[in-house]
């Protein structure tokens, strides 16, 4: 590539000159290419461990004036056709110019100005921001890694370091290199080259230690092998992108989406040193999600900056030290101190924002003023213009109303009817009439308990006094503290939630602490018109909902009518209809109807989106991902806390059995309401980590029965009878009985625990449990789960397999490995489809996983056993149309197996039977035909013709016939579709003479590396004149039979006289194709006529000395080349033939036999299929060559 001119003051050392004019010299570095000695062994390790550019450039040129000793760096090259391409340009378009300038000076500023304007023109024309960031170094690392392992230009580089990697007992120095899908690492130390390429999609954990053998380093483990890498510069930033870029696989496998690169990010102020655009994207990647996990925010918020300051709290009257934070919707500050205050300002409730005075007390101090009267006061702010200047152009943006101007339905992503314009929910009794959803519905204002509760008389009893004295406290704390979403969090506010919050304020603050409130605030009327999109319309998840309305909560009474049942179907239904990709799990109806309760639907519906899609992700999708992995971190965190019973419980296998119910209803379906709903409260205020501690404190509180447990059942019994005998003693209402509690109460019930006291008792024990911790522990466990969950889809593929091929288990595991890989490579190096049309984790495994045309044709070319030179991909395009049975073009894994398993298990019978219907539609596609009419005459042509004379004559009670019969006609065909059909050899259409003549070139193109060339290429030659002959018999036989209705034959002799002659034609046109396979190439791609020399004459002669009866072969090379003409006016189509002819001719020539009857093997193949990519990944520098071919 050209770059910018930069000087080089020793240009003999470590390099060797190849080629020189008067003003540019083209040079080679030592250890580059051939030969190099001991000189090149020291440049090349000097290079690698130095990071030198020069071997990221093994050519350059150079610009040189006769008086300068100066020379100057104009380009650089990976390989020598790049660089001869330079120097050609240079010699064609400068040196004339140049050549007539009288002043040395003049030249090389010509000659740099000239570079520079190239390199401006470049960097114009190309679209990618990140090329244009990208600082010259990184560019030059990202062509070293491509060069180095193979990557295509899709691939990007994140970024590289400098560090050691063990092979075995002994480091090898080299350069690590982080892109988005691999993991390599390469070193070249005195002649020895070490390469590795790992794919993040195969890496099943990732783990930072240190020990004595390997002091600190990073170990990345896969199924088959263990690679540990030390001695980085920073190894804590290169553990945390690891974890991000495993991270984003983690999620390509669950969700088959590649990465995207956000292109909304903000210019730097100046080139980063040293750090990609990509870099930069997961950096604030990693910011923004741990800013919006810290504040709840929506998915789609984005941290602009972030500053320290002080804030004044008047409820304590002091300064709190902490960072203000600032996005493009949101204000919001943390303290320091852990829950000392936190504070979350919505730009939409602001109305002013002022500078205020400077003092020695109070420096740069900020005002910012909100809608309900709040004023908070920032001050010790550094940049204080700035913050101010981005505060208002974030408010410029904001619309002035609440109510939003954007179309509440843009949050669907994946709902076709997203572009619907929206009517406010809100309007005249006529805009209600009809619609599911509007105000006037009772569950439309309020929750489901406030109508039960309506009508009963007020309780003046202990417990209502605690409830009102709650309720009194809460009040308190909304006159100091600030009632709504911009009110100050503090460990008061804690205290109240873990005594309970009272029953009225219940739906008001969930929806706070959650963020919820701040969603439906932005998106009015969004869940009204999602509930009138989504009634109505059938799918599978809203069967499952149907099936699951009745079980939720049938023990309470709101769920005993059609209000509160008609309310959870909404919700449910809207749900599934806003995110597909979830659409309904079970447990859902459980958390959804407790929300219900406490809170009218559209605030339960955008509970359930919090719910969901931020606080307990990916708990809710097909394969419950998100519990499994928190199942996974619960096991940990008992290993660290109570080992004993860890152990004994891991023998029993309890704690995967009892765990995922209580993470997936958040205990809700294994203790009694009343007190469930108070792990609720803490849960929404303080995430996970409070499930996680009541989860270690009931085990804590049972560990003595459990330890003394000796199976399972026991163990669940113990368990499930302590939850049931959890109570809240201060429940205003009537307690529910527990359904489980009273199946499972026995004779004598355990004692009652007060929940107050567990939840106490899980903070005094386990409240040292943070969230960040938790974070980490759950990527460690989503790589486990997540690569679990693969191994368990292809042991499924594989058992449905086996009895449908005649692969071994260890064989379809394999081909399943490689079909799989293909299809991911597919995601992150672009496709002619899209990831998501390519994979539906609803299907069954054997289907989730499709491939297009072009992986299909790669597949094929490294494993089928027939391979056909350059008529290879002819081949592969008809048997992947012949196995998409959808016609959808894609190719699932159990088409690919049957059509592989045909080629290598299939007695003669089977696979001839493969081979011939790759020679017919549909695997003959219409281009290939020689025409469309012709094509129509030979599909037509068993069609009576009695029929079209009927039908071009009648009148209208004929042509009502018609129809019915057409009718019935349709309805018998579907019919036989949906029975299973077993296929005949008799039920094989016929072929006509240019398929059959195509069909001989495949299996001449077939035979051309066989060690019996001749002897096959002499059967097929026989089996063809013999098939011709065949073929004229039958022409003449329906000829006759067509001309007179009386089924009398025509007169022998002229018959045979000119069958003679028109078999002579069609044996011509036989040799004529042969002639062509051997002498035309299929493809101008490939040229082999040098290797194939010697084949095409031996297999000339035996064709002409067969038993065909050719003309002059010189006759016949002529004829070649005017094919298109000859097939025209040559090519019989009243000529055809049956595979039971093909069948019968092809046995009475043994070698043909032997060859279809021979079995093939398809590891070798499979073992060369994998080592391909190691190979193409892999370059060596023994040759310019090689080095030529990958840059191609």
């Not at 069609?1066 to 010697?1094: F, H, I, M, N, Y």
Request: hydrophobic residues 35%; negative net charge.
């Amino acid at each position: 590539m050209w770059i910018q001119p930069e000087e080089v003051l020793l240009a003999g050392a470590l390099w060797v000159s190849e080629r020189a004019n008067p003003f540019f010299i083209l040079q080679r570095r030592r250890g580059h290419g051939r030969g190099g000695g001991l000189s090149g062994l020291l440049v090349g390790t000097l290079d690698v461990v130095l990071d030198s550019s020069a071997r990221v450039a093994p050519y350059r040129i150079l610009l040189q004036t006769a008086d300068s000793q100066i020379y100057w760096n104009i380009a650089c090259g990976s390989s020598r056709k790049e660089i001869t391409e330079h120097w050609d340009w240079l010699e064609s378009n400068l040196l004339q110019t140049i050549s007539i300038f009288d002043n040395d000076e003049d030249v090389t500023t010509f000659v740099k100005g000239k570079i520079s304007g190239i390199i401006a023109e470049e960097n114009r024309l190309k679209q990618g921001e990140e090329q244009e960031e990208d600082c010259g170094k990184f560019r030059e690392a990202e062509l070293k890694m491509r060069r180095l392992f193979g990557m295509p230009d899709e691939e990007k580089l994140v970024n590289y370091y400098s560090c050691s990697y063990w092979k075995g007992r002994v480091p090898r120095q080299g350069w690590l290199y982080l892109s988005v899908n691999h993991l390599c690492f390469y070193s070249f130390l005195l002649g020895k080259e070490v390469t590795l390429v790992v794919q993040w999609t195969e890496v099943t954990q990732l783990e930072k230690n240190a020990t004595l053998v390997f002091p600190e380093s990073v170990r990345v483990s896969t199924r088959d092998t263990e690679h540990f890498f030390s001695m980085f510069l920073n190894i804590n930033d290169t553990f945390k992108l690891m974890e991000q870029l495993a991270n984003i696989a983690m999620r390509q496998l669950l969700d088959n989406e590649a990465f995207a690169a956000d292109r909304s990010l903000p210019k730097p102020c100046k080139t980063l040193k040293n750090v990609s655009a990509l870099k930069r994207d997961l950096d604030a990647r990693a910011k923004n999600e741990r800013y919006r996990t810290m504040f709840r925010l929506t998915q789609d918020e984005r941290l602009d900056g972030h500053t320290d300051c002080t804030l004044w709290t008047p409820f304590a009257k002091m300064h709190v030290v902490g960072q203000l934070f600032i996005s493009n919707n949101y204000i919001c500050f943390n303290s320091r101190e852990e829950d000392l205050c936190q504070l979350i300002i919505p730009l939409r409730e602001v109305s002013i924002v002022e500078k205020a005075d400077s003092s020695s007390v109070l420096p740069c101090p900020v005002s910012i003023s909100t809608k309900n009267k709040m004023n908070f006061l920032f001050a010790n702010l550094k940049d204080r213009d700035f913050l101010v200047q981005r505060i208002s152009d974030f408010l410029q943006r904001t619309p002035d109303s609440s109510w939003g101007d954007t179309s509440p339905l843009s949050l669907i992503a994946h709902s076709a009817s997203s572009s619907t314009p929206l009517s406010s929910s809100a309007g005249s009794e006529s805009v209600h009439r009809g619609r599911h959803y509007h105000p006037g519905l009772p569950t439309a204002s309020q929750g489901l308990l406030q109508l039960y509760h309506r009508d009963t008389p007020e309780d003046l009893g202990p417990k209502a006094m605690k409830e009102k004295m709650k309720e009194e406290a809460w009040n308190i704390h909304f006159s100091e503290f600030g009632r709504g979403v911009c009110m100050y969090r503090t460990s008061r506010t804690r205290e109240l939630v873990l005594n309970g919050i009272p029953e009225r304020l219940r739906g008001e603050l969930w929806l706070l602490f959650s963020g919820a409130q701040n969603e439906m605030a932005t998106h009015p009327g969004y869940y009204g018109d999602l509930v009138e999109q989504a009634m109505g319309l059938c799918s599978l998840a809203t069967e499952e909902i149907e099936r699951d309305l009745h079980r939720s909560m049938p023990e309470h009474r709101a769920f005993q009518n059609e209000t509160g049942i008609a309310a959870l179907r909404r919700v449910l239904t809207a749900y599934a209809h806003r995110n597909p990709g979830i659409g309904y799990c079970q447990a859902m109806n459980i958390v959804t109807s407790v929300l219900l309760l406490y809170c009218p639907e559209e605030e339960a519906f955008w509970l359930l989106v919090a719910l969901c899609e931020r606080m307990l992700p990916d708990y809710y999708n097909t394969r419950v991902v998100g519990a499994l992995v928190d199942q996974g971190v619960f096991e940990e965190l008992t290993r660290a806390f109570l080992p004993l019973l860890y152990e004994h419980m891991q023998e029993l296998g309890v704690i995967s059995t009892i765990s995922l119910s209580w993470f997936l209803t958040l205990f809700l379906s294994v203790m009694p309401f009343d007190s469930a709903v108070l792990l609720v409260d803490c849960f929404f205020y303080e995430g996970i980590k409070v499930i996680f501690q009541v989860a270690l404190a009931v085990l804590h509180d049972n560990m003595d029965a459990l330890l003394s447990c000796s199976d399972e059942g026991e163990a669940m019994t113990i368990l499930g009878r302590y939850l049931d005998n959890v109570v809240n003693k201060q429940t205003v209402a009537s307690p529910i009985p527990h359904l489980h509690a009273l199946l499972t109460s026995g004779d004598d019930p355990p004692p009652e625990i007060d929940i107050f006291d567990l939840i106490k008792s899980s903070y005094e024990k386990f409240g040292s449990l943070r969230s960040d911790v938790i974070e980490q522990m759950r990527f460690k466990q989503r790589l486990k789960v997540i690569q679990s969950l693969e191994d368990t889809a292809k042991r499924s593929v594989v058992r449905a397999m086996m009895t449908e091929s005649a692969f071994s288990i260890e064989e379809l595991e394999e081909l399943y490995c490689l079909f799989k890989s293909k299809h991911m490579t597919s995601c992150y190096w672009g496709s002619s489809s899209s990831a998501a049309e390519r994979h539906d984790p609803s299907l069954p495994y054997l289907e989730q996983y499709r491939i297009d045309p072009a992986q299909f044709t790669q597949l094929f070319a490294a494993l089928a056993p027939w391979i056909c030179g350059a008529h290879t991909a002819t081949l592969s395009a008809r048997l992947f149309r012949l196995l998409d049975q959808n016609q959808d073009g894609l190719v699932n894994f159990k088409e690919f197996i049957t059509g592989l398993s045909g080629m290598y298990h299939g007695d003669m019978t089977e696979k001839l039977k493969l081979l011939y219907k790759l020679h017919l539609p549909p695997a003959l596609c219409p281009e290939e035909a020689e025409s469309a009419l012709e094509a129509t005459q030979f599909f037509t042509e068993e069609v009576p013709r009695g029929e079209e004379g009927n039908n071009g004559g009648g009148d209208g009670e004929d042509k009502k016939e018609e129809k019915v019969k057409d009718y019935r006609y349709y309805l018998r065909m579907w019919a036989k579709e949906k029975e299973p059909k077993t296929e005949t050899i008799k039920d094989l259409p016929r072929m006509n003479q240019e398929q059959f003549i195509d069909l001989c070139k495949t299996l001449y193109n077939m035979f051309s590396e066989e060690s019996l060339e001749q002897q096959l290429y002499h059967s097929i030659a026989t089996v063809a004149s013999l098939l011709l002959r065949i073929g004229e018999v039958g022409k003449k036989f329906n000829n006759g039979s067509k001309k007179t209705d009386d089924a009398q034959a025509p007169p022998p002799t002229p018959q045979s006289e000119e069958g003679l002659s028109e078999g002579t034609s069609g044996e011509s046109q036989v040799c004529r194709a042969l002639a062509e396979a051997q002498l035309e190439p299929a493809t101008p791609q490939t040229s082999d006529e040098e290797t194939k020399d010697d084949t095409s004459v031996s297999s000339y002669s035996v064709v002409s000395s067969g038993s065909l009866q050719c003309e002059d072969i010189a006759d016949d090379t002529v004829l070649i080349g005017g094919g298109e003409q000859r097939r025209g006016s040559v090519l019989d189509v009243d000529w055809s033939i049956t595979f039971e002819q093909v069948l019968a001719s092809m046995l009475t020539e043994p070698p043909l036999v032997d060859y279809f009857e021979k079995k093939t093997d398809i590891q070798s193949k499979m073992a060369a299929c994998k080592a391909q990519r190691a190979v193409e990944r892999q370059t060596s520098s023994a040759s310019d060559h090689e080095l030529t071919q990958h840059s191609v």
